[in-house]
């Protein structure tokens, strides 16, 4: 089998990309730019479009030096380090600009040879010929890529000897003062920049080579960067010559100005001739072989994949691009095609820098031999975007919506490759600071942003415990489920890969998933409390099934007394399964003297519920039971001041309770039996009375729906339910029921004088 041919810097990369740096925008292009920009409006242009090149060619140099670069060259970068739906999204734009590149030489080309020759000068005759040096270039990229690059030399050759042509011609053309800017008869800089622009696009042929590479490490950020600055120092040494030369009207309505003032004319003719057709046949070898990458990954058909010979020639993706081209040159406008190009390359070179600047900032792995600060692919991001946003804003947006279509077709497509993306080190990077930010506050009592380990197995009622952790966690609460394997001998734990769960209910819901191995469920809580989570993101609630049957248990009696030790909020749902949360629609909130802290947590609880979709505007009632003959305005008044950041419809409804003195559970059955969520907060009891407790807590729930049993922990601030100490006469006649509306709260803490009470407790 022949071994596969392989080139090293000056050839594989240089050369290509010096080729189509000085093309056709140069020979047929430079001179329009000068006459219309004037000199500093030139020199200007060149260096912001350097700007882009030079970051983008540092940025992609210094990646090459850290990751393998396989064939597809910028695509392969993008690809690896993005991830494959913005890789494979911009490697497609890339793949597509580098095809009407083509067009763009092989017109200028035309114009050129069309001239010189006398031949015809319409649009159609441009096509005529572009068409023809089209298919002469594809069939000669088909026989060799070989004999196509060793061509170049003798390019790279008529190039230099054009330009001494040029620098030694006549000057009978010379303006008496040179213009230093644009006039009223210029073009607006924003059409001169989009026209220049892929005159600076060209180092990425050479990059596209990369799968034909000796070297890639070495080759490309050598290669690379001295075409950049190679092409850099001739556009402003050529504009300055011209800007003394010529006269600025010349120049914008003359495009064979060079040849008309060279030395030797036909050395020109050579030189534009060559570059272009030069700079089309480095178009024709990249492009395929990015379609080829694209294929090969499955992102593009994997006909396209397919190659020919010992070097694996694209000769199925060639055809492609001969297609994509001829409709270029279908366009035939020159001046079009170039601000086409312009918007391709400018999108893909700004993903370029900002992969760059993640790499460096965020991988651990990310090892370049070739340093660079991180700063300048952030630079170079927004450069690209910015002058994006300046040439053709319409222009730009359809742009971005054209790759955020095939982003989403790709993410869709779930194409694997065996390559982590940087944007797992991103998001790390990004909690890492965030979680050293939130630990280095000292904890301030303002807003309760729930952490919740919620305890449920699998069972057929689990996603409506599941449902209701996620609702009264908010937005931006953080939700961690627990399953409990029972294994009394214990000797194997889980492996870490297998502990985590991976359920579609979770992932709809947003909630981590989580399985262990316990010796007793119990103990296996109270170790979980105990050690799980980390600084900056502590759990701060426990919340689980209500543990019916479980009244006379020393162990579940110890558990509790270990969590409210450790301080968590505790929440118990007691699930209807036959009534379920009925129609989402009514929530009732019991307060009573001993609900200080409590009767907090619940109106932060209201707010997560007003705001879950599933929870549509419900009916919200707070219900307080007047044990003490106080007047029924004045509880109305505290209670309407404690809800009133609710900004809902609440009913408040206080139930005198002096006379009849009614067991505060008997209150509840009557008052919520017909309620989809009831709120109820547990008091503070001796840990020996448990067991009464539990009982007669298991009494009430056989005749409510589903029920919440809250107890909250000192975190929260005591609200003033004490209202023994402002009694008055009895109730004279004051309405006991009343809905008031009030405009929605803040978090915890803003409506507490942090008085303290301790009232009876009737169950």
Known sequence: MPEKKKFGTFAGVFTPSILTILGVIMYMRLGWVVGNAGLMGTLGIILIAHLIAVSTGLSVSSIATDKKI?????????????????????????????????????????????????????????RI?????????????????????????????????????????????????????????????????????PAVT???????????LKDPKKSIPIGTLAAIATGLIVYIVLAVFISFT??????????????????????????????????????????????????????????????????????????????????????????????????????????????????SWANPDFQPSFKIKRWIGLLGFIACFSVMLKLDMIAMIAALVVITVLYYALQRKEVKIQSNDVWGSVWENVVNKGLKKIDAKEYQNTNWNPNIILFSGKSDHQKYLLELGKTVSGRTGIVTNFKLILDTKNNIPLRKTEQTIRDE??????????????????????????????????????????????????????????????????????????????????????WRETDSKNAEMMLNIARFIIASPRWDNPDIRVLFVNNNNVAVDLIHDKIAKLVEDLRVKVQIKIINNAVEQKPFYDIIAEESSSTDLTLVGIPDYKIEKQAEFVMKTNHLFKTIGSTLLVKASHNFNELDLDLTKNKTTENNGYESNKTVVYPIGVGPGNFSDNSHCDGRVHF
């Open 70 to 126: 396989g064939a597809g060259g910028i695509y392969y970068v993008l690809s690896r380090s993005m991830g494959i739906p913005i890789g494979g999204s911009i490697g497609i734009a890339l793949y597509v600009g580098t095809a009407f590149s083509i067009a763009l030489y092989l017109i200028g080309f035309s114009e050129s040879f069309n001239s010189y020759f006398g031949f015809g000068t319409t649009v159609d005759d441009f």
């Open 129 to 197: 010929t572009g068409t023809i040096a089209l298919l002469a270039l594809t069939v000669l990229a088909m026989i060799s890529t070989s004999l196509a690059l060793k061509a170049q030399f003798f390019i790279l050759a008529a190039i230099a000897i054009s330009l001494i042509s040029i620098f030694f011609g006549t000057t009978e053309f010379a303006p008496h003062t040179v213009a230093m800017f644009s006039n009223d008869h210029s073009v607006s800089l924003e059409v001169v920049f989009a026209v220049f622009f």
């Open 202 to 212: 060209g180092f990425t042929a050479g990059i596209a080579m990369s799968g034909d």
């Open 246 to 359: 010529v006269r600025p009207d010349i120049l914008r309505s003359d495009y064979n100005i060079l040849m008309k003032i060279a030395l030797f004319a036909p050395a020109v003719v050579a030189g534009i001739w060559g570059a272009t057709l030069s700079s089309a046949l480095g178009g024709i070898l990249g492009g395929p072989r990015i379609l080829q990458a694209m294929s090969i990954d499955k992102v593009t058909p994997r006909v396209f994949g397919k190659g020919r010979g010992s070097n694996n020639e694209p000769i199925n993706a060639l055809f492609l691009v001969f297609v994509i081209a001829e409709a270029g040159i279908l366009i035939g406008e020159l001046d079009v095609i170039a601000r086409v190009v312009s918007m391709f390359y400018l999108t893909a070179y700004g993903f370029i820098n900002i992969s760059y600047f993640l790499e």
């Open 505 to 590: 209910n979770f992932q709809e819901l947003g909630i981590f998933g989580r399985q262990i191995k316990v010796d007793n469920i119990y103990s296996g809580i109270t170790n979980i409390a105990s050690t799980f989570g980390f600084s900056g993101v502590e759990p701060n609630t426990i919340m689980m099934g209500w543990p019916k049957g479980l009244e006379n248990s020393i162990e579940y009696s110890k558990m509790t007394e270990t969590l409210l030790h450790l301080d968590y909020n505790l929440l118990y749902l007691d699930f209807d399964r036959k009534a379920k949360f009925g129609n989402y629609g009514s929530v009732d909130f019991w």
